[in-house]
């Protein structure tokens, strides 16, 4: 059997993590064609990486994706572009003949989820969405302790997500400030927690009402930090001592990405946190019904002092409560993205009539918890293990990730509970692992600590 061929669209700061999978890691596996972008600059970038790594790859304007596909006949198109047009290059490669893999979010509205939903059920081919949060070794034994029953059945989740004022500012400078590219952080950074739930309770949202806000990253909050003098962008500011100041001289990986090549597109990476342009909130609350009758409550802020989760399950048997801290870090800074911080990662067991307990916490090495070495392996690896837990997705499960945002963002419009079947038709549901029957009988014996392997798929 001979080497999978992939193409690549979009180029960002994303993008390297499967540029590099293709060309080195999975060298065996795996070949890269070509790569495209709408800026030339980053195509030239792309395919000067690439030939330090010993390949040559050719390089296409965003104008000529088709033309890549009819004289390099690709079997997979990597979508790593712009949220926004996901779409656009996800059905063009599948009515091509091509299989995806993209970037979540997958998209960034209902209309353009239908349009991928109908697309693939028109021409037969996938889309693998890259749910890396899945793969995480901490998350994957939330998901193994929740499939043994140790809390029994699931009734009610307490989710919250911070963003730390390093990492959640980032949004704010970048594109994704605005909806109309990114869908809000509802959708853009959202699309992982709402996949995460849906995965480990093995269900998908059945309506949503939400509220948010944007009250810190406001022209307000900068006069109350005394930047007086800020202007629309940092590389140009006067205000020196802006705590939020991103100087992307300092970065060699952004410079070579973003800076020198903004005269090609205009496209400022380094845009003022506290600017009045710009759309999307930066806390937020919600309420999730899922088809299985549990609840969620569920918050995300941008602006915290420490990054990560902390998630909480209560069930007919028990509690299962999990707290988990990662590093920091600002997109392609050249740093390992969102590492576990061990030491205060944890999961707590608390049976009814019995006592709590800690279980020694699942770790891995890497970006986003450990998990982006594992999903890249489930993708592109030659022999993928087995997996009962069942971490890969596809079209469906990235329809209903981001179906909970987009209803989120349609409820804080118009202060109502939106149902997320009127958002979209003729999606299946994805592939879970089954979860405990609810029919099993309940006893008042005491719990004993479950015993897990250690770092099992």
Known sequence: ????????????????????????????????????????????????????????????????????????????????????????????????????????PMTTDEVKCQRIID??????????????????????????????????????????????????????????RNKVNSGGLMVHKATHHFDLINWLLSTVPESVFAQGQRRFYTP?????????????????CPEEQCRFRLDMRKYPSLRALYLDNEHYDGYFRDQCVFSAAMDIEDSMQLVVNYQNGVKMSYSLNAF?????????????????EHKTVESSYINADGTVPGQTVKRETYTHIMPHFGPSYAVEVWTGAGGHGGGDELLLDDIFGA?????????????????????????ANHSMATNRLITINDLVHGLEMP???????????????????????????
């Open 1 to 104: 059997m001979g080497r999978k061929r992939y193409v690549q669209v979009g180029l960002g700061g994303r993008s390297a993590m499967y540029t590099r999978a293709v060309i080195a890691t999975y060298a065996e596996t795996s070949e890269l064609l070509a790569v495209c972008d709408v800026n030339e600059g980053r195509v030239n970038h792309a395919c000067e990486r690439a030939h330090e790594w010993g390949y040559d790859v050719k390089g296409y304007p965003a104008a000529q994706f088709d033309q890549m596909i009819a004289e390099c006949r690709p079997d997979v198109v990597i979508v790593t572009t712009k949220d926004s047009f996901h779409d656009e290059y996800i059905c063009r490669a599948m009515e091509l003949g091509c299989d995806v893999i993209t970037e979540k």
């Open 119 to 176: 697309t693939q059920k028109r021409t037969g081919k996938t889309c693998t969405v890259t749910f890396n949060y899945r793969y995480s070794p901490p998350r994957t034994q939330v998901k193994a302790l929740l499939m043994s029953g140790v809390i029994g059945d699931v009734i009610s989740v307490d989710f919250h997500w911070m963003l730390d004022i390093r990492h959640g500012a980032d949004y704010f400078r970048r594109w994704h």
């Open 220 to 236: 307000e909050t900068a006069q109350r930090y005394g930047l007086a003098q800020r202007t629309e962008r940092c590389l140009d």
């Open 304 to 320: 915290c002092p420490w990054e990560g989760l902390t998630i909480t399950f209560n069930g007919t048997r028990g509690r299962l």
């Open 383 to 407: 022999n993928p293990p087995k997996d009962k837990y069942m971490h890969a997705a596809d079209h469906r499960a990235g329809a209903y990730s981001i179906l909970t945002g987009v209803a």
């Open 431 to 457: 592939d879970y692992p089954p979860m405990p029957s609810v029919d099993e009988p309940l006893s008042f014996d005491e719990v004993a600590p479950i015993d897990l392997p250690q770092n099992s798929r």
